[in-house]
């Protein structure tokens, strides 16, 4: 890393920390289909543009660089200690520091239920891939679509982990191992602006080819369980019916934060409690367990 974006990197994270964005991605369909990063924030990229990311290696990223202080400045300052590393090794090449451009993306950010510890904006460090986020481990977000270039906040380092895949595309493009290089299709609004994006290629050597494994390292409550405990959800209607902001009970109770994916309707149904309640009686509809609902 040269010294003028070293300096950049470590203003922005000694003063405003790093966040991880882990999520599924395409590029903006907007009018402005580039932006520039502003002032104290720098912008990492696992992907490149017009192509799509390999959700267990990134994962496997993830525990290699993001779980500790020490992993993260690594990842951040040398592209990690193994410098061989699928994503990694050419990171230097895709960071964005104040005052460059880079191509903008529609992120779908939301609790996946393939991948459960994948689809949040993660603060790091972060857990490893195999154990349960809380709403203490993340920045609370509504699910669903979200700009790129709206949840880059001035100040702080960003690490994007999601395809950037060209919308409407009709195959999914590689351009690393496991599958190989795939070409970007010319002719499409993307086009040019992906073929000015220089990167370095990947270090020759051993890449991380292996899909990597979600399974629990040691005996924990681990994050493929589906089942979302039930104590903390009877915690979360106490405090809602008593009229509690929502962001702030989930993050004080220590909730998992992948209660969107629990079924649907519950956790809307939590959201809306406290406005509910502070309707008139005749206008909601109160259940035995003191859920109340508003009248259609």
């Known amino acids: ?54 959700i267990p290696t990134t ?28 994503y990694v090794s050419n990171s230097q090449s895709k960071v964005k520091v104040p005052g460059d451009s880079y191509i903008n993306l529609d992120l779908k950010i939301e ?23 809380t709403y203490k481990n993340i920045v609370p977000i509504a699910p669903g679509w979200h700009r790129l270039s709206d949840l880059i906040k001035p100040g702080g380092v960003y690490i994007v982990s999601s395809c950037q895949q060209i919308p409407s595309n009709t195959r999914n493009r590689f351009n690393e191992s496991p599958y190989g290089k795939a070409q970007v299709p010319r002719g499409t609004a993307w086009s040019n602006l992906i073929t000015k994006e220089k990167f370095k290629p990947h270090k020759k050597g051993h890449l991380m080819r292996k899909r990597v494994s979600l399974e629990p390292k040691k005996k924990i409550v681990n994050a493929t369980r589906k089942i979302y405990p039930p104590s903390i959800i009877k915690k979360l209607r106490e405090e809602m019916i008593k009229g509690k902001n929502f962001l702030e009970t989930v993050q004080k109770i220590g909730a998992r934060a992948n209660l969107p994916v629990r079924r649907p309707g519950t956790y809307n149904q939590l959201r809306k409690l406290s406005t509910v309640r502070a309707l008139p009686s005749n206008q909601v509809i109160k259940t035995r367990s003191s859920m109340v609902y508003k009248k259609r």
């Open 1 to 54: 890393m040269n010294n003028k974006n070293k300096k950049e990197v470590q203003e922005a994270y000694n003063t405003h920390g790093a966040k991880l964005i882990n999520a599924h991605g395409l590029l903006s369909n907007s009018n402005n289909k580039t932006k520039i990063v502003p002032p104290k924030t720098v912008i990492y990229f696992l992907g490149r543009p017009g192509y799509c990311l390999h």
């Open 111 to 133: 609790p996946d239920k393939e991948y459960p510890t994948m689809g949040y904006i993660k603060k790091l460090p972060t857990k490893p891939s195999n154990q349960f986020l």
């Open 59 to 86: 994962l496997g990223v993830q525990n290699e660089y993001f779980t500790s202080k020490e992993k993260l400045e690594s990842y951040m300052y040398r592209s990690g200690n193994k410098n061989n590393i699928t």
